[in-house]
């Protein structure tokens, strides 16, 4: 299995946990750090609705948690034409990824389309401290 191949799986995997009775969407997002380690999270909502996680936002919480600062390739599973990651979690995928890191688009049959972080947040907001 190749490391997108795994990398897919184990998104998809976690989506299953999701947490979602709100919206009945469950989304999966794992994360591959540059040297391979793998960090994955689902949306976890509420019954206050902004409460809400995204998927993203659990793996991000992960990797950092685990003394990761780097993104080098993320997978986003959810069962639509195209779930693409939110406004907000395109700014968190911006604070960590690496300059080539590659957004990975699924549905639960496999990859869509594969963007660029430039394509999918251009003219992105960055202050200096970028992971210190
Ligand atoms: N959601 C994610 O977790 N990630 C995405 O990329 C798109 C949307 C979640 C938020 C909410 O729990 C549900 O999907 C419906 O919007």
New binding site residues.
Partial sequence: MSDLDALFEAARTVRKR?Y?P??N???G?ALRAPDGTVFTG????NASYPV??????GAVSAMIAAGYREIAEAV?V?DAAL????GV?RQRLKEFGTDDLIVHVADLNGIKRSFSMDELLPAAFELEHKKD
């Fill in positions: 999701a979602a709100y919206s969407f469950l989304v997002a689902c949306n976890v909502e809400s996680v995204c998927a993203e936002g986003v959810g779930c693409t990651p939110c979690c």
